[in-house]
């Protein structure tokens, strides 16, 4: 009730503000998005390259909107429902307002979009297109100055003889009718036609300094590339790097590397393995660096601080790719996990994802014969209501599920911080803050369920909670390592002295 009574009176507020920002995007949605980049880089990667664009405009836009905060942004999109609108937009930082397009041609949407930005009281509004990541905060700087300065109206010229701004002042609102009927949109001579239909309208035209290019076509890519500092490969074929926290694990770690190389889809899309080892004296490491020799993938053996929190930052500080994903060496990955991460991280909205969890006991029960079957039953419901609450409505899988996001994300998550634990919780809880944890479309993880035989369910989920518990209520999480694992953590402290 609180947080619906809030967003209301924000957007009571946002009606108040004197400048307007207007993205005009598209849902992506793969066939019918870019399509004229689908014969180079195909359905999905075309409809990510617009997610990619969109998302790096209004990043940018946050950016001016930090320095200015009488500035509203709204995004006017086609296709896609309100929901999946919401999904995507819903958790940025800086509050941005969505609805649909105007029906018609480009310049009844244009005028449209004006006139609601007027009737929202708004004296200077902008509006853009999504696919231009060259546009940053100065060039919607100079647009607002000029129409601040004089001009009823602001163009930005683009590369292809268009353009890719377009200000109005609230002052020219009764000449919208005229201005924008009778362009011949998509040719070379729109620029040109819209500043002589100003002319003939007596309204003062300025023109940006900056000309842009958009990113319609496979040449147009290299301005794609430059912007977002991404390569056209990268986007298509984005590479993983496998990042395993280990100590002590020589009778599981090898299990899991071959694990890993045979449920993936193709090892191509391996950047490399990094095994972080966190003081082991066992044979952990000799065994990883014998398997490494026979593979072509990279495999490389990391020495870290122990804690997972130190391991997982550590290893995720020497991995070269564009995807990170966090696994335990004692959980399986499903089949064709490579493929179902990309999937996931390319919904509009999702920054993070897991997979739902299985434990073996379930989802492998012939490798666990000796459970009874009342533990069986028991953690097949624990796995039931984790994958349909915790996961799929709260958005809070554990390290578990095998975590994973892109390296970009990774790092404006702040990454993984340095602590015992409650690592995976903080990361999740991170990444909250500006989108959603997405669950892969692939079969569940297969866990251990090591942990819960030795304690016991009702333990170890009552032990689980009251740590989140405690957590939420302010507990530094250090202290709350303490309680978890006692002396142990005695030890876990005395090694990291020796790293």
Aim: with cysteine; hydrophobic share 35%; net charge neutral.
């Amino acid at each position: 009730m609180l947080v619906s009574m809030f967003i209301y009176f924000k957007k009571i507020f946002r009606k108040t503000r004197n400048h307007e920002l207007i993205v005009f995007s598209r849902y992506p949605i793969p066939g019918t998005t870019k399509t004229r980049l689908i014969p180079a880089v195909g359905e999905d990667c075309a409809a990510y390259c617009q997610l990619r664009m969109t998302d790096h405009i209004l990043n940018n836009i946050e950016d001016y909107c930090r320095k200015d905060d009488d500035i509203s942004v709204n995004v006017y999109y086609n296709g896609g429902t309100d929901s999946q609108m919401k999904y995507w937009l819903g958790r940025r930082k800086n509050y941005v307002t969505w609805q649909q397009q105007a029906n018609g041609g480009l310049g009844n949407k244009l005028s449209s979009a004006f006139k609601d930005s007027f009737k929202r009281n708004s004296k200077y509004t902008i509006i853009i297109g999504s696919d231009i990541p060259g546009i940053n905060s100065n060039v919607i700087s100079e647009a607002y100055h000029k129409l601040q300065n004089g001009s009823d109206m602001v163009l930005g010229p683009a590369a292809d003889g268009g353009y890719y701004l377009v200000g109005i002042s609230k002052s020219a609102n009764v000449k919208l009718d005229d201005m924008f009927s009778d362009i011949n949109w998509g040719s070379e001579t729109v620029f040109r036609e819209q500043s002589e239909r100003a002319k003939d309208l007596g309204i003062s035209l300025g023109i940006l300094d900056t000309c842009l290019n958009d990113v319609d076509v496979a040449e147009d890519l290299e301005v794609l590339e430059k912007e977002l500092q991404v390569t056209k490969e990268q986007l298509a074929h984005p590479r993983i790097s496998i990042i395993i926290p280990v100590y002590n694990e020589a009778d599981n770690i090898l299990s899991t590397l071959e694990t890993v190389l045979k449920k993936c889809s193709r090892t191509q899309a391996i950047e490399e393995i990094i095994v972080s080892d966190g003081g082991s004296t066992d044979d952990t490491i000799s065994v990883v660096e014998k398997f490494a020799k026979t593979k072509d993938v990279e495999i490389k053996v990391i020495k870290s601080s122990p804690g997972r929190g130190f391991q997982q930052r550590y290893g995720a500080e020497q991995a070269k790719g564009d995807i990170f994903m966090f696994l335990h060496a004692d959980t399986e990955a499903p089949d064709k996990f490579d493929h179902a991460i990309v999937k996931c991280l390319q919904k509009p909205g999702n920054v993070g994802g897991c997979f739902k969890l299985g434990f073996d006991v379930v989802e492998a029960p012939e490798r666990e014969q000796k459970c009874s079957q009342i533990f069986k039953m028991k953690m097949h419901v624990l796995q039931w209501t984790t994958n349909n609450i915790r996961v799929k409505y709260l958005e809070r899988p554990y390290g578990d599920q095998i975590l994973f996001m892109t390296k970009q994300n990774y790092y404006k998550a702040g990454g993984f911080k340095e602590v015992y634990l409650m690592e995976d919780y903080m990361m999740v809880e991170d990444l909250h803050i500006f989108g959603h944890i997405g669950v892969a479309d692939a079969d569940p993880v297969i866990t251990s369920s090591r942990r819960w035989k030795k304690m016991g369910l009702i333990r170890t989920t009552g032990m689980t909670n009251l740590i989140v518990l405690a957590y939420k209520l302010g507990v530094p999480s250090n202290k709350l390592a303490e309680w978890y694992y006692g002396d142990k953590l005695k030890e876990i402290q005395k090694r990291a002295k020796q790293t």
